[in-house]
């Protein structure tokens, strides 16, 4: 027996109590988490959050093999169980995603896929959302090419302004990408190339470290060696951020004076660093991405089809935290404070006379950020 399916055998027997209460008058919902990181922990505990307000059965499977091809082992599974469930929300990977919604429309589920965009070998196969596969409701994704370029304009705008870098003279800047077949590291990757393209940074090299701390560290000493004129480090994720703070670190370097570093998710680690002046910047709030699906899925499950007002395939803009606002991230990011949100106010079920106020998924996203910190975002 291989070691993928065992797997998949223990997940059945542990996940038996939870899946009979799949059917029923409430809809269930099953996210595939593509893996146990703090991120995805947290978008799966604020889906959770959510749903229970809105009276949602969410069941969060998690591929713990962390893979392309585990994870749509993991989508057959949730799939051909006995009480399939009535929504699947999963996120798109390269090399799998046409297939996951062939399978997910051939059983009659309803699918919502969501956090990177659709592939383009899926998209040349199935299409968009409503198209050919009218189970394929929607498309919800973070514009991660403006992130990247975000991210690198900010960084290069603060070395000026502390002086780490001539006026006249571009910022040199090394670069960290996620795995090479990650869709958001390609975009976040091409919204720095972008960036790069201009007179104000030359990048010096952009590298691949898998999405992981100790790689990043490896190649971030690395690069500082080859380039010690560095002035700062952009990473498509915080993690990578991270590891890269300690690596420049061990190099005699001081984050936050001497180089700029700076990544994406908004992790808990990566605003602490922010506080105390070793990282920049970091740019967020995807993760409550699933939160909003919950509520889409709702309305739409109770007659009020999302797409009406807006479309089936929804982007939106990530914010950035800077030492200006982590104190507001802070509340933003915290479960306890989660608890305090009533997240039926931002249903058209429930409030339908309000929602005219909401036009986009950046509206929502907008007002979700302003509840959970109490006043609207400031800026970077």
Not at 110 to 123: I, K, L
């Amino acid at each position: 027996m291989s070691k993928i399916v065992s797997r998949w055998l223990l997940l059945a027997l542990l996940a038996l109590p939870l899946l009979a209460s799949a059917s029923g008058a409430r809809p269930n919902i099953v996210f595939l988490a593509p893996d146990d990181s703090r991120f995805w922990n947290l978008v799966s505990g604020f889906m959770s959050a959510v749903a229970s307000d809105l009276e949602l059965d969410l069941d969060v499977l998690v591929d713990q093999e962390k893979h392309r091809f585990s994870y749509l082992e993991l989508g057959r599974y949730a799939l051909n169980r006995r009480e399939k469930p009535d929504y699947l929300v999963f996120m798109c990977k390269e090399g799998v995603t046409a297939q996951m919604l062939t399978l997910a429309n051939a059983a009659g589920v309803r699918v919502f896929t969501f956090n990177t965009d659709v592939p383009h070998e899926a998209s040349n196969l199935v299409g968009a959302p409503r198209g050919s596969m009218a189970g394929w409701l929607g498309h919800l994704s973070a514009d991660n090419v403006a992130a990247g370029g975000t991210l690198a304009r900010l960084l290069e705008q603060q070395a000026r302004q502390l002086g780490i870098s001539e006026p006249d003279d571009p910022v040199l800047m090394i670069g960290l990408g996620g795995t090479l077949d990650s869709s958001a590291s390609k975009d976040r990757s091409q919204g720095l190339l972008a960036m790069a393209r201009g007179p104000e940074l030359t990048l010096a090299q952009l590298v691949s470290a898998d999405w992981s701390a100790q790689d990043a560290a490896y190649k971030t000493r690395i690069l500082l060696k080859r380039y010690p004129e560095t002035r700062s480090v952009w990473s498509a994720s915080d993690g990578m951020a991270l590891g890269a703070i300690e690596a420049a670190k061990q190099a005699g370097r001081t984050p936050g004076e001497d180089i700029l570093i700076g990544g994406i998710d908004w992790e808990p680690q990566a605003l602490a660093a922010i506080q105390r002046g070793d990282m920049t910047v970091s740019l967020g709030r995807h993760f409550m991405a699933g939160g909003l699906l919950a509520v889409l899925l709702h309305d739409y499950h109770h007659g009020k089809d999302f797409a009406e007002p807006q479309a089936s395939v929804l982007r939106y803009q990530l914010h950035a935290v800077t030492r200006n606002n982590v104190a507001q991230v802070e509340r933003i990011l915290d479960p306890e404070n989660w608890k305090t949100v009533d997240f039926r106010r931002f249903s058209r079920v429930h409030q339908p006379n309000r929602f005219s106020q909401w036009n986009s998924a950046d509206d929502l996203l907008d007002a979700f950020t302003e509840a959970l910190a109490g006043e609207p975002l400031q800026a970077p």
